[in-house]
Each structure stands twice: as C-alpha cells, then as structure tokens.
C-alpha cells in the first residue's frame, strides 16, 4: 500500500521493515542466528549494510522475518537505523516528500509528519495474505503456524522497550481485516 501511494503521488518510498530484514538476511549469510545475535555485532553491521538487500526475495522468508523482529527488539539496532530513516524522511531522493512504512515512523521516526496511517489488521487476516503468498511461491506453509508467529511478533513489538508497536495519537488508523 506504501508502495503504491508513493508511485500514485511521486514520492520517495522506504519500506523501514525492509531494512530490519536485510540486516537479518545479511546476519544469517553470516550464519548469525535469531537465537545467537548479538546487539552489539548486529548494530556494528549496519554502516556497511548494502541497501539493496531490501529488493532481494529473501528477506520474505519467515526465518529472515522471525530475524528481523529479533533484532529489531534491540535498541542499539534501532538506534543505527535511526539517523537513515530520519534522513531519508526529511531529504528524500526523489519528489516532494518521503512515504516511510514501518511500525514507529508516526511515532519515533517522524512524529512531525503532516499525516500519518496507521495500517492494521487481524492476525487471521495477515495470516490468510501470508499463507497465500507463500503457498503461491511453493513453500509448505501451515496457516495455524503462521498466526501464531505473528501473534509472537506482534507480541513481542508491542512490548519492546524501544520504539514499541503503537499508533501515534494524531494517526488515522485504518484497518483492512476486510479489504
């Protein structure tokens, strides 16, 4: 959806989740695993992180996402990504303004953004999206398996210390359960 409205009205785009999963699929080329990383060797990673990372197929695997919510919990990770996202927000590389999707852009990365959509849906409703996708790609995918991963995820982004899962006050929430 962020995607599509950048096009629609020429603006920059950055998927900020993307970023968490290249980290994680760069990590795990190391044979760094969610269970093994580390805070400081995954924050020390990031200047050197090649961006383009965030257009390879892979970081949609589940092991990459499951990675990516690991280290996105770690406030040294968080703070290495910071300055990019707040950079690109403010001077982006093409247009007239920057469309950040991620999960504290309303409220961390641009709380001064002049709009902000929190976009949300039921775990089943993401779940059902996922097990398609994945299915469609030939993975063996359970759909039981699925929910529950993200019910962990959401959990574990709800409740982190830094930057939790939450709408920013002066966001107009949007849920697309049914669309």
């Known amino acids: 959806l962020a995607k599509r409205l950048a096009a629609h009205f020429n603006l920059a785009h950055l998927d900020t989740g993307g970023l968490y999963r290249a980290l994680a699929l760069h990590l795990m080329r190391k044979d760094i695993s969610a269970e093994t990383a580390e ?18 197929p892979a970081i949609r695997d589940d092991a990459v996402a499951h990675m990516a919510s690991v280290i996105a ?6 703070a290495g990504f910071l300055r990019l996202q707040r950079d690109f927000a403010s001077a982006p590389p093409v247009g007239t303004g920057a469309i950040l999707d991620g999960r504290d852009i ?19 409703a993401r779940a059902q999206r996922r097990f398609l996708e ?5 993975a ?7 929910q529950d991963d993200l019910r962990r995820r959401d959990e574990r982004d709800r409740n982190r ?15 697309t359960s049914d669309l």
Request: glycine residues 4%; hydrophobic residues 50%.
């Open 39 to 56: 805070e400081t060797t995954a924050a020390a990673t990031i200047p050197q992180l090649d961006l383009r990372l965030i257009d390879d």
């Open 106 to 124: 309303g409220t961390v990365i641009a709380p001064e953004a002049q709009a902000k959509l929190f976009v949300t849906d039921s775990v089943e």
């Open 161 to 175: 210390a830094v930057a939790p899962l939450v709408p920013a006050p002066d966001a107009m929430v949007i849920d």
């Open 134 to 138: 994945m299915r469609e790609r030939g």
């Open 73 to 78: 919990a770690m406030p040294a990770v968080r």
């Open 140 to 146: 063996g995918v359970n759909l039981l398996e699925i």
